[in-house]
Each structure stands twice: as structure tokens, then as C-alpha cells.
């Protein structure tokens, strides 16, 4: 915690006059609302993450991205390829929703319906929205912690290329390239990615572990885009990763492999009419998974999920103060194990939001929501929202929401040998409210956020009949502090704080692997000789590592450094230290972490 202190003073020595753009209320986001809306609209809890904000903290894997922001911890169980869960304001991993350009990429053959990021790569990525709270409405299951919708980059009007190669510790080796551009009529975006490492034991080797679980994955993207004319555009994408590694058993060494494959892909028939006031989308959404446990005592188990979705939207925008949302959705799920398990069900959605401008700054927001599952039947789902944003650059922005979600039961839980099919829905009732005020002129940034979530019919499974029953009662509160300045006298600053009370109402103990408090800071500075160094310090707080609150993982703090230099306008050197002072510590209890580690890279831009 020492480090957290050091870290700490520096942060308020630099913070009196800060200036850049990190407080700007016009930025655009889309995953709130489902249309094209400014930051100062939004009545939600939202962070962004940027390109330039990727690879200044030279990331590596998304969950090192989602760990820098508020209201998030992240518990991996090893290294790369291990399983690991990102909570949202201490959800359930499996409560929140995980989306490629739009498209849910949650593993339909998951335990619970979750999606594993120990082989989620940021790469292929140029823009992450992040949107805390629940957002059922909109987003229909899971949607009850959050939505995380990564977003690829776009076609550009010329062609442009990127390239990266990196090495460093335990023999890592990281290879990227994209390129975008006009081919003819169509704009077109691909990229790809790869990295292998010799990885380090997923046992904790301070617990004697002595086998490294090896890592090797690639990934590839494609989007193209099309003007049809009248309006009208068509798009598509795809994205596509493999991973093998190896992994170990609960508390021992265990020469155990592993395979992880993923497709997403999508296509959408856009049209923009009444200069930009009628917007409708129809589009269709696929996710496919194939996982391989390889157990070397008990043999291989095999899952395979498919999820197939047809949306249609239409947003209209009569006046300036009124937007009318209405929308559908069709999905249908399945999966299969070598064990003789399998299972599909369906679900049909419509939603419906109102938007209201009444005065300048003021913005309000009402949505609806009615399901019908094959299995459960019907769920309504209700939303409410609002922001006034004071006039001025350097004006407040006052938000706050009131949202309920569901998680509809996973395929797992209904259809295996210890499913039951008369599983009702996981619901979530939720609060925040949150006050950001910008200052210099708007290139700062300070936010507090309260939250308050309720959720009921929470599914696990019960040892005493062995099946899984809804028989959970979960309540999260807490608060969320982040500031964000960029450029200030070379100077960018980011902290995020996030104090989470999440507890079973049953027991009154606090859930596993929830940290109650976790803090996230980082200070970069650009030299004016070129040379850009930064700081990073990661704390997460004691958490219990089970249900029963007996087996307390002690608080951590790890410290890194950065470092990058450019070549000209094309070309960037760089590298890091992480755990800079080689700290022993477990985030997973039994499970290892890395040791002071080193990597170098380059950047190219063409």
C-alpha cells in the first residue's frame, strides 16, 4: 500500500491546472442507447477507451484494459489462456454482456452463459465502450452488471497499415498487423494478430510449482462497408481466434492442455433518411465456440455453441427535442458436449425507448422491454434515466438511472445431467446516480458514481440434489471515483477507484473473489525531446476466495513502468516493466501471477 501513498501525492502534485480533452461532453457513443448519442445525453454510467489509450499502456489482453476503469475487478485464475472473470460492480462474470461491433460473444456453451477473457487479446481493437449498470432493456440477458462492446476500426477513406512486434519475458512473442482502406466501392479493415509464450505455471510456482502452461493464439478480423445509395449502406465484419495452452489442476501441477476457438461474425442492411432523422438497421449476429479441456487423469471434455440472432431497429427523430426507439430481436441458442449433452432454446425480444430534450441540457429516458423464452415464458423488463448537462465547457453533468435486467438460464444449467429445466430467470433491479465535472476548460476530468444493485433467483447449484435451482439473493452497493486528465504540460493522469459492499442476502458473506476495494492510477509524461515515460499501480484490496468467506487472499499492490520513443512520424519504440518490484502475491488462491517481467516492441505506421 506504500506504493499506493508514493503514487497518490504525485497525482495531486500534478493535478492544479490540468487541460486536454479528457472531460469533452460531445464525444459520441453508441452502446448506451443503441443510436449515435453525446457523452452529456447519457444517463448511464459509461467509460471509453481509446486506441491511443491502448497502446500508451501498451496492453497486451482486454481484461488489462477493463481493469484500469471504475466499477470493474478482474480474477485470473494463471496466466494467458486461464480462465479469467472480469466483475462488473461485482456481478457475476456471466451477468455482464460481452459484444464484438455490436454482436454478444458470451459462450453459449459456458457453465453460465459467461465469457472467459484468458484469451481475449486488444490488439484488433480501436475503440472499448464500457456501460455500467443494468441495461436489460436495450440489451436484453446478461445485461445486468454491465455491456462491454469492443469496437474494430472502421474503414478509412485511404490506405493505412499498422504493424507491432514485441519480446520479452519467459519468451514472449507478439506479432499485430492491420490494414485499412478503399477497395473500389468498398471499405474494407482486416488485421491479425499472434503471440506465444512459454508462460509460467498456473499453480503458483511459489507454492513449488515447477511446469510452465505454454500459451500460443491468433486472431483475425475483417469489416467492409458499402454505400448502396437512397440511403441505404450494408456492412459486415467477422472475427475469429484460437488459443492452446496449458493448464493446471486445483492446487497441483497437472500436465493438462487446452483449446479455445471462437467466430463471431456479422452483416447489416443500414438506411439514414430525413437528413439523418429516421436511422433503421436489420441485421443478423452469429457466435460459434468450440472449447477442449484436456485433463490428463480424466480424459478430454468437449463443448461446442452456436448463438444466431436477427435484430431490426428503427430511430426516429420527428424534432430536435423527441427520438423514438423500437426494435426486435430473435435468437436462438444450442450446444452439445462429448458427453451426450445438448440442448437449444429460443428467445424473442421487443424493446421500445423514448427520449425527451425538454430544455437545453436536460435529457430523459424511458424504455420497455417483453421477452418470451421457449423454457422460462415471458420477463418485462423496465428503464428510466436522465442527465442535465450545465451549459460551458466546464459545466457539470449530473446522471442518473434506474435499470432492471435478467440473465436467462444457461444451456448448461438446463439441459446437462445436472441441469433443470424449470429454471426461471436471474432479475436485477439497479440505482446509480453520479455527478462529472470537467475543469480547464474541459480537458479534465473528475467523477463520483453511487451504485445500488438488487438481484434475485440467482441459479447455483445445489450439492444436495446435485441439479441447479434459483435460489440466490444478491445485494451490490457501492461507489465509483475516477479522474482523467490528458496533456496537461505533457502530463496525462488516470485513476479509478471503486469501493463494491457485494454480498449473498442469504448468508450475509461476501461473494468470492471481490475485492471491496480496488484502485487503478496511472502518470505519464512527454518529454520534449520525444521520450514518453509512465507509471502504473494496480491495488485490490483482501477478498474471499469462497462462498463461505474462509479463505481470505491477502491485499496486493503492483507497480509498473513504460517507456516509448518515436522514429520519425512512422515508427515507435517502446517497453515495460511489469510488477516492478517483484511482488509474490495471488489474485486466484493457489494460482500464479507473473514476477518481475520485461518487454521491448516496435510500432510501425505506413
Same mark, same amino acid.
Request: aromatic share 12%.
Given at each position: 500500500?506504500?506504493?499506493?501513498?508514493?503514487?497518490?501525492?504525485?497525482? /495531486?502534485?500534478?493535478?492544479?491546472?490540468?487541460?486536454?480533452?479528457?472531460?469533452?461532453?460531445?464525444?459520441?457513443?453508441?452502446?448506451?442507447?443503441?443510436?449515435?448519442?453525446?457523452?452529456?445525453?447519457?444517463?448511464?454510467?459509461?467509460?471509453?477507451?481509446?486506441?491511443?489509450?491502448?497502446?500508451?499502456?501498451?496492453? /497486451?489482453?482486454?481484461?488489462?484494459?477493463?481493469?484500469?476503469?471504475?466499477? /470493474?475487478?478482474?480474477?485470473?485464475?494463471?496466466?494467458?489462456?486461464?480462465?479469467?472473470?472480469?466483475?462488473?460492480?461485482?456481478?457475476?462474470?456471466?451477468?455482464?454482456?460481452?459484444?464484438?461491433?455490436?454482436? %454478444?460473444?458470451?459462450?453459449?456453451?459456458?457453465?453460465?452463459?459467461?465469457?472467459?477473457?484468458?484469451?481475449?487479446?486488444?490488439?484488433?481493437?480501436?475503440?472499448?465502450?464500457?456501460?455500467?449498470?443494468?441495461?436489460?432493456?436495450?440489451?436484453?440477458?446478461?445485461?445486468?452488471?454491465?455491456?462491454?462492446?469492443?469496437?474494430? %476500426?472502421?474503414?478509412?477513406?485511404?490506405?493505412?497499415?499498422?504493424?507491432?512486434?514485441?519480446?520479452?519475458?519467459?519468451?514472449?512473442?507478439? &506479432?499485430?498487423?492491420?490494414?485499412?482502406?478503399?477497395?473500389?466501392?468498398?471499405?474494407?479493415?482486416?488485421?491479425?494478430?499472434?503471440?506465444?509464450?512459454?508462460?509460467?505455471?498456473?499453480?503458483?510456482?511459489?507454492?513449488?510449482?515447477?511446469?510452465?502452461?505454454?500459451?500460443?493464439?491468433?486472431?483475425?478480423?475483417?469489416?467492409?462497408?458499402?454505400?448502396? +445509395?437512397?440511403?441505404?449502406?450494408?456492412?459486415?465484419?467477422?472475427?475469429?481466434?484460437?488459443?492452446?495452452?496449458?493448464?493446471?489442476?486445483?492446487?497441483?501441477?497437472?500436465?493438462?492442455?487446452?483449446?479455445?476457438?471462437?467466430?463471431?461474425?456479422?452483416?447489416? @442492411?443500414?438506411?439514414?433518411?430525413?437528413?439523418?432523422? &429516421?436511422?433503421?438497421?436489420?441485421?443478423?449476429?452469429?457466435?460459434?465456440?468450440?472449447?477442449?479441456?484436456?485433463?490428463?487423469?480424466?480424459?478430454?471434455?468437449?463443448?461446442?455453441?452456436?448463438?444466431?440472432?436477427?435484430?431490426?431497429?428503427?430511430?426516429?427523430?420527428?424534432?430536435?427535442?423527441?427520438?423514438?426507439?423500437?426494435?426486435?430481436?430473435?435468437?436462438?441458442?444450442?450446444?452439445?458436449?462429448?458427453?451426450?449433452?445438448?440442448?437449444?432454446?429460443? @428467445?424473442?425480444?421487443?424493446?421500445?425507448?423514448?427520449?425527451?430534450?425538454?430544455?437545453?441540457?436536460?435529457? &430523459?429516458?424511458?424504455?420497455?422491454?417483453?421477452?418470451?423464452?421457449?423454457? $422460462?415464458?415471458?420477463?418485462?423488463?423496465?428503464?428510466?434515466?436522465?442527465?442535465?448537462?450545465?451549459?460551458?465547457?466546464?459545466?457539470?453533468?449530473? %446522471?442518473?438511472?434506474?435499470?432492471?435486467?435478467?440473465?436467462?438460464?444457461?444451456?448448461?444449467?438446463?439441459?446437462?445431467?445436472?441441469? $433443470?429445466?424449470?429454471?426461471?430467470?436471474?432479475?436485477?433491479?439497479?440505482?446509480?446516480?453520479?455527478?462529472?465535472?470537467?475543469?480547464?476548460?474541459?480537458?479534465?476530468?473528475?467523477?463520483?458514481?453511487?451504485?445500488?444493485?438488487?438481484?434475485?433467483?440467482?441459479?447455483?447449484?445445489?450439492?444436495?440434489?446435485?441439479?441447479?435451482?434459483?435460489?440466490?439473493?444478491?445485494?451490490?452497493?457501492?461507489?465509483?471515483?475516477?479522474?482523467?486528465?490528458?496533456?496537461?504540460?505533457?502530463?496525462?493522469?488516470?485513476?479509478?477507484?471503486?469501493?463494491?459492499?457485494?454480498?449473498?442476502? @442469504?448468508? +450475509?458473506?461476501? @461473494?468470492?473473489?471481490?475485492?471491496?476495494?480496488?484502485?487503478?492510477?496511472?502518470?505519464?509524461?512527454?518529454?520534449?525531446?520525444? &521520450?514518453?515515460?509512465?507509471?502504473?499501480?494496480?491495488?485490490?484490496?483482501?477478498?474471499?476466495?469462497?462462498?463461505?468467506?474462509?479463505?481470505?487472499?491477502?491485499?496486493?499492490?503492483? /507497480?509498473?513502468?513504460?517507456?516509448?520513443?518515436?522514429?520519425?512520424?512512422?515508427?515507435?519504440?517502446?517497453? %515495460?516493466?511489469?510488477?516492478?518490484?517483484?511482488?509474490?502475491?495471488?489474485?486466484?488462491?493457489?494460482?500464479?501471477?507473473?514476477?518481475?517481467?520485461?518487454?521491448?516492441?516496435?510500432?510501425?505506421?505506413?
Amino acid at each position: 500500500m506504500k506504493y499506493l501513498f508514493f503514487l497518490g501525492c504525485s497525482i /495531486v502534485a500534478v493535478t492544479p491546472a490540468l487541460a486536454d480533452e479528457a472531460g469533452d461532453k460531445s464525444a459520441i457513443v453508441v452502446t448506451a442507447t443503441r443510436t449515435e448519442a453525446p457523452l452529456a445525453e447519457v444517463g448511464q454510467s459509461v467509460s471509453v477507451v481509446t486506441r491511443a489509450e491502448i497502446e500508451r499502456y501498451q496492453s /497486451v489482453q482486454a481484461a488489462d484494459v477493463l481493469a484500469r476503469l471504475p466499477g /470493474v475487478s478482474v480474477a485470473a485464475s494463471g496466466g494467458f489462456g486461464q480462465p479469467t472473470s472480469v466483475f462488473v460492480r461485482g456481478a457475476d462474470n456471466s451477468q455482464s454482456l460481452v459484444m464484438i461491433d455490436g454482436v %454478444r460473444i458470451n459462450d453459449p456453451a459456458d457453465v453460465g452463459g459467461g465469457f472467459d477473457f484468458g484469451s481475449f487479446a486488444i490488439g484488433q481493437f480501436d475503440r472499448v465502450e464500457f456501460v455500467r449498470g443494468a441495461q436489460s432493456v436495450l440489451w436484453g440477458s446478461r445485461a445486468i452488471g454491465g455491456v462491454i462492446n469492443f469496437i474494430t %476500426r472502421k474503414p478509412t477513406d485511404d490506405w493505412q497499415g499498422r504493424a507491432q512486434a514485441e519480446y520479452g519475458w519467459r519468451d514472449q512473442r507478439r &506479432l499485430g498487423a492491420s490494414l485499412s482502406g478503399m477497395a473500389g466501392p468498398v471499405g474494407l479493415t482486416l488485421g491479425g494478430n499472434w503471440l506465444k509464450s512459454d508462460g509460467y505455471s498456473a499453480f503458483s510456482e511459489a507454492r513449488g510449482a515447477i511446469e510452465r502452461d505454454g500459451y500460443e493464439s491468433s486472431s483475425a478480423n475483417l469489416r467492409a462497408e458499402l454505400a448502396l +445509395g437512397g440511403g441505404f449502406t450494408a456492412d459486415a465484419g467477422g472475427y475469429y481466434s484460437r488459443a492452446n495452452y496449458g493448464y493446471d489442476a486445483f492446487g497441483a501441477d497437472a500436465a493438462n492442455f487446452g483449446v479455445k476457438r471462437d467466430v463471431t461474425g456479422f452483416t447489416n @442492411l443500414r438506411y439514414a433518411g430525413l437528413d439523418g432523422r &429516421l436511422q433503421g438497421r436489420l441485421g443478423f449476429g452469429l457466435t460459434d465456440s468450440h472449447r477442449v479441456s484436456d485433463d490428463a487423469v480424466y480424459g478430454p471434455y468437449v463443448t461446442d455453441g452456436r448463438n444466431e440472432r436477427i435484430e431490426a431497429q428503427l430511430a426516429f427523430t420527428p424534432i430536435t427535442q423527441v427520438t423514438v426507439l423500437v426494435g426486435g430481436e430473435t435468437e436462438k441458442s444450442r450446444f452439445n458436449d462429448n458427453y451426450g449433452s445438448t440442448g437449444e432454446t429460443r @428467445l424473442d425480444s421487443g424493446f421500445a425507448s423514448l427520449t425527451l430534450r425538454p430544455v437545453t441540457g436536460l435529457t &430523459l429516458n424511458g424504455g420497455v422491454r417483453h421477452d418470451d423464452h421457449r423454457d $422460462f415464458g415471458t420477463r418485462t423488463t423496465l428503464s428510466a434515466n436522465g442527465a442535465y448537462a450545465f451549459a460551458g465547457v466546464d459545466g457539470p453533468v449530473l %446522471r442518473a438511472s434506474y435499470g432492471e435486467g435478467f440473465k436467462a438460464p444457461s444451456l448448461y444449467q438446463l439441459y446437462t445431467n445436472t441441469g $433443470f429445466t424449470a429454471l426461471q430467470p436471474e432479475t436485477a433491479t439497479a440505482w446509480d446516480a453520479s455527478i462529472e465535472q470537467p475543469f480547464a476548460q474541459g480537458h479534465g476530468r473528475l467523477s463520483l458514481a453511487w451504485f445500488d444493485r438488487r438481484t434475485t433467483n440467482l441459479i447455483d447449484y445445489d450439492f444436495a440434489t446435485y441439479t441447479y435451482f434459483n435460489v440466490g439473493r444478491i445485494r451490490a452497493k457501492g461507489i465509483e471515483l475516477a479522474m482523467a486528465v490528458s496533456d496537461w504540460q505533457g502530463f496525462d493522469v488516470n485513476l479509478a477507484y471503486t469501493w463494491t459492499d457485494a454480498r449473498n442476502q @442469504l448468508t +450475509g458473506t461476501r @461473494l468470492a473473489r471481490r475485492p471491496e476495494n480496488v484502485v487503478s492510477a496511472s502518470i505519464d509524461y512527454a518529454w520534449p525531446f520525444g &521520450l514518453r515515460t509512465g507509471i502504473d499501480l494496480n491495488h485490490a484490496g483482501d477478498r474471499y476466495d469462497d462462498q463461505a468467506n474462509t479463505a481470505l487472499v491477502p491485499a496486493y499492490d503492483v /507497480v509498473g513502468l513504460r517507456a516509448s520513443f518515436p522514429f520519425g512520424r512512422k515508427v515507435e519504440l517502446y517497453g %515495460r516493466i511489469d510488477n516492478l518490484f517483484d511482488k509474490a502475491y495471488e489474485v486466484v488462491r493457489t494460482y500464479g501471477t507473473p514476477t518481475r517481467s520485461a518487454y521491448v516492441g516496435v510500432r510501425a505506421r505506413f
